[in-house]
C-alpha cells in the first residue's frame, strides 16, 4: 500500500515537473552544461558562449545591474542604456519641478550637452563569475557549531573577494545559492556617470498607472533612456564634463521584425528574489497572515499620500516616486494571494512533502540524514509564528514613518563620522522630497495600527503620554512631535549639520535628545530585548533547515531542473511569445496595439490620459518605421520566468537581438516568485518598436535612433 501511494506521488511529483517545464531561471555560466541543447530545439540560434563567456564578448556583456534594483542593457556603441521608466523614475523625479516638470512633460535632451547626471545612479557589468563552493566550504567540520561554521564561511568569503579584487578597479561578492549548498562569486565593474538622456512623461510611462499595473491587456510605455561616460580611457570615473560616452564591450542590435506567438524569447537580467521551495507551513502564513496585514498597512499609507497628492502639484512631484514603491508590492502581494490560493499552492506542497519524506524512507542513509527534516520545519514554524508579526508589523508601520527612516540615516552618519557637505546633501535629498503633512498623517495612522495590533508587551513608552496627555489622539501627539523634533524641519536640520562641523559631541547630545529619535529608540530597545536575539536565532535554525531540505531535494531530482532561488544575479530565463487563459471561456492573445490604448482613453479614467501628441499621431496613422499594417504595436507577453530585478531586462529574440524591455508580469502570475504555473505566468514587456517610434516619431529625437544598430525584417 505504502509502495504505491509513493509511485503515485512521485508519478504526480514528476508530472508536475513536466507541467512546469517553462520556469527557471539559469545561472548563465551553466547553460553550456545543462541548457543549451533544450532552448536551440526551442528555437535559439546561438552558442552557449554567444550568452556568457568568458574569453568573448558576449550577451552578459551588454546587460547592466542599473541603479540598486534593476536591469538595463547597452543599446549602441556609445554608451546608451536602455531601462525601464518606474526604474529610471528616481531619477527622472530628481531633476524635476514645478517648472520643470519631466514627469508630466518628460525630458528628450537633443544634443549630448543637454544630458543630465545623477549622483546616485550607477550601473555595474558583470565581468565573471566562478563557482567557489569547495574555497568556501574550506576548513568545514562535519557537525560544526552553526555559528562557528557561519564565522568559516565569512572569512573565506572575504578573503576570495579579496583575491579577486586585488590590484584592480572591479568589485566582487561571494554569493550563496540553494540555501547554501553552493557559492558563486561574482566580479564587478560600476560605473558611477551616467547621465539621463530621455523619458517620455508619466502619461505614456506608467500609461494605466496603479489601475493596469500587474494587468494584462496593457499599453504602457515603460522605458527611459540614459548615457554610462567613463574617462579618456573608457574607465569608469566619477562625473567630469571631461568624460567620454563609454564604448561598451557588447551593445545589442535591435529587431524591429516584431513577433509572432510562438517565437523564442528569453531574459538576461538581475532577478531580486524567490521562493521556490518553501514549505507549505510557509506558504500558508504568507497567504493567510503575513501579506493581509502588510496589505492593510499599506492601504492606510497610500490613502494618505493619495489624499495630499491629489492636493497640490508639488506634493505629486515629491511623492510621486514614493507612492510607486509603496503601491507596487501592495498590489501584487493581492495578486499573488489569490494566484496562490487558486492553484491550492499549500496542498500541493503537501502532497510534496509527503512524497518526499517517503523517498526518504526508502533508504536508510536518507533516514538518518533527513529523516527528522519535516518534524524540524513543524517546529521551527511555530516558534517563528511569534516573532513574524512583530518584524512585519515593525516593517510596514514603523519603518513606513519617513522620519523614522531620516533618523536612522543620521544615526548612520553620525556613526561613520560622515564628513559635513555629505551630511548636509543627505539632508537636502531628504527635504526636497518631504511634505511633513503627509508624515505627520502617516506616523498617526502607524501607530495608531500597531497599537492595535501588537500586545501591550511590545508598546513604546511615549504610547502612554498619548493616552494620558492626548487622550489616545496620535495624530494631536504626531503634530506636537513634528513641530517639536529638529528633524522634521529644514532649517534646524541644517543647524544641526552646522553643528555636527564644529562640535560633534553636542550634535550627538542633541541628537539623542530629540523626541523623535527618543520615539524611535523606544521602539528600538523592545525589539532589541524581546525579538532581535530570538529571531536571529530562528533565523539561524531556519537556514540549516532550508539547507538540509534542499540538500534533500537536489539529491532527489535532477539538478539541471532545480534552479536556485533567484538573489539578485544574473540569470537566464526562456520561453515563448505566448498568450494565456486567464479563467475559463476568456483568451487572451499576446500582443496589444495603440488601438487598445485609444480605448482606454476613452473610459475617461485618470490613470488613462493620453498625450494630444501621441492622439494625433495615432489618428494620423503615422508611425513610421515602427507601425506594422496601418497599427502600432505596444506591448506583448511571453512564459519567462521573472521577478522583481528583472524590471528593465531586455527580451530577446533567438539571435539575441533586443525585441522588448521587460518590465511587469500579470495579475493571475504574480505568485510566480513562489510557484510557476506554465499556464497562468506571464511576463510583460514593451514592444522595442513602440520604445522607438516614441523616442522618433513621439519625441522627435530621432539622432538616437540613428546610433542604434537596427534589424529590420526583410
Ligand atoms: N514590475 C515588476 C517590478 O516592479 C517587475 C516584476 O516583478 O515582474 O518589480
Aim: hydrophobic share 35%.
Amino acid at each position: 500500500m505504502k509502495r504505491e501511494l509513493y509511485l503515485f506521488l512521485l508519478i504526480l511529483i514528476a508530472g508536475s515537473q513536466i507541467l512546469r517545464a517553462e520556469e527557471g531561471m539559469w545561472i548563465p555560466m551553466l547553460i553550456e552544461k545543462y541548457h543549451i541543447e533544450d532552448m536551440q530545439e526551442a528555437g535559439l540560434n546561438l552558442s552557449a558562449d554567444d550568452i556568457y563567456s568568458i574569453n568573448q564578448d558576449c550577451l552578459k556583456d551588454a546587460i547592466v545591474i542599473f541603479g540598486r534594483g534593476c536591469t538595463g542593457e547597452m543599446i549602441s556603441g556609445e554608451g546608451l542604456v536602455l531601462s525601464n521608466h518606474h526604474c529610471g523614475e528616481g531619477a527622472i523625479q530628481s531633476h524635476s519641478s514645478v517648472e520643470h516638470d519631466y514627469l508630466s512633460n518628460g525630458f528628450w535632451a537633443m544634443s549630448r550637452a543637454e544630458e543630465l547626471p545623477n549622483s546616485e545612479l550607477s550601473v555595474t557589468y558583470l565581468r565573471y563569475m566562478k563557482d567557489v563552493s569547495e574555497e568556501v566550504s574550506d576548513g568545514l567540520i562535519q557537525g560544526m557549531d552553526p555559528q562557528e561554521r557561519q564565522r568559516k564561511i565569512d572569512q573565506n568569503s572575504v578573503e576570495i573577494v579579496r583575491e579577486a579584487i586585488e590590484g584592480n578597479h572591479f568589485s566582487a561578492q561571494v554569493k550563496p545559492f540553494y540555501y547554501g549548498n553552493a557559492y558563486y562569486l561574482f566580479v564587478y565593474e560600476e560605473f558611477r556617470d551616467v547621465r539621463l538622456v530621455g523619458a517620455p512623461p508619466t502619461s505614456i510611462g506608467n500609461f494605466g498607472a496603479d489601475n493596469d499595473n500587474w494587468m494584462w491587456p496593457r499599453h504602457t510605455g515603460d522605458f527611459s533612456l540614459f548615457r554610462v561616460y567613463a574617462d579618456g580611457d573608457n574607465q569608469p570615473a566619477d562625473y567630469s564634463l571631461d568624460n567620454k560616452p563609454y564604448k561598451p564591450r557588447k551593445h545589442l542590435e535591435v529587431n524591429l521584425g516584431g513577433i509572432q506567438e510562438g517565437d523564442f524569447t528569453m531574459v538576461l537580467g538581475y532577478p531580486a528574489s524567490t521562493s521556490q521551495y518553501l514549505h507549505s507551513e510557509a506558504v500558508r502564513s504568507m497567504i493567510e497572515e503575513s501579506l493581509p496585514m502588510k496589505i492593510g498597512l499599506r492601504s492606510q499609507r497610500l490613502g494618505i499620500m493619495d489624499k495630499h497628492m491629489l492636493g497640490s502639484d508639488e506634493v505629486r512631484i515629491q511623492y510621486s516616486h514614493k507612492y510607486r514603491r509603496v503601491s507596487n508590492a501592495w498590489k501584487k502581494w493581492q495578486g499573488m494571494i489569490l494566484g496562490l490560493e487558486r492553484n491550492h499552492v499549500v496542498d500541493l506542497k503537501k502532497e510534496e512533502e509527503a512524497a518526499f519524506q517517503l523517498w526518504v524512507e526508502q533508504d536508510d542513509e536518507r533516514v538518518m540524514k533527513y529523516g527528522e527534516l519535516l518534524e524540524e520545519f513543524s517546529e521551527l514554524y511555530k516558534e517563528m509564528a511569534k516573532y513574524s508579526v512583530a518584524t512585519d508589523m515593525y516593517g510596514e508601520s514603523v519603518m513606513a514613518v519617513e522620519l523614522f527612516r531620516q533618523i536612522m540615516a543620521i544615526r548612520s552618519m553620525m556613526m561613520k563620522g560622515t564628513d559635513t557637505d555629505i551630511m548636509k546633501s543627505g539632508m537636502d535629498r531628504f527635504f526636497k522630497d518631504f511634505h511633513r503633512p503627509v508624515d505627520v498623517d502617516i506616523f498617526a495612522a502607524m501607530m495608531e495600527a500597531y497599537e492595535k495590533e501588537m500586545p501591550a508587551l511590545y508598546h513604546p513608552e511615549f504610547f502612554a503620554e498619548v493616552k494620558k496627555k492626548f487622550d489616545g489622539d496620535f495624530h494631536a501627539y504626531a503634530e506636537k512631535l513634528y513641530s517639536k523634533t529638529v528633524f522634521a524641519n529644514k532649517e534646524s536640520s541644517a543647524k544641526f549639520v552646522e553643528t555636527w562641523s564644529v562640535d560633534q559631541d553636542k550634535a550627538q547630545a542633541i541628537f539623542k535628545k530629540d523626541p523623535i529619535s527618543i520615539c524611535l529608540d523606544q521602539f528600538r530597545e523592545i525589539f532589541a530585548l524581546n525579538i532581535t536575539e530570538e529571531n536571529r536565532r530562528i533565523e539561524g535554525k531556519e537556514e540549516q533547515v532550508y539547507k538540509a531540505y534542499m540538500a534533500a531535494l537536489l539529491e532527489m531530482s535532477d539538478e539541471s531542473f532545480l534552479y536556485p532561488d533567484a538573489n539578485r544575479t544574473m540569470r537566464l530565463s526562456y520561453g515563448t511569445v505566448k498568450g494565456y487563459q486567464p479563467r475559463d471561456g476568456v483568451v487572451y492573445s499576446p500582443a496589444t496595439t495603440m488601438k487598445g490604448l485609444m480605448e482606454k482613453r476613452k473610459q475617461g479614467h485618470a490613470d488613462y490620459l493620453v498625450p494630444e501628441k501621441l492622439v494625433s499621431l495615432y489618428e494620423d496613422k503615422d508611425f513610421g518605421l515602427y507601425g506594422v499594417n496601418g497599427s502600432m504595436p505596444v506591448c506583448f507577453i511571453a512564459s519567462n520566468h521573472t521577478s522583481g530585478g528583472n524590471s528593465g531586462s531586455p527580451v530577446l529574440d533567438a539571435e539575441g537581438r533586443l525585441i522588448g524591455l521587460n518590465f511587469d508580469r500579470e495579475w493571475e502570475g504574480t505568485m510566480s516568485d513562489v510557484f510557476y504555473d506554465p499556464d497562468l505566468c506571464r511576463n510583460i514587456a514593451v514592444d522595442i518598436r513602440y520604445v522607438l517610434f516614441i523616442i522618433d516619431k513621439y519625441a522627435g529625437a530621432g539622432y538616437l535612433v540613428d546610433e542604434m544598430d537596427i534589424h529590420t525584417a526583410e
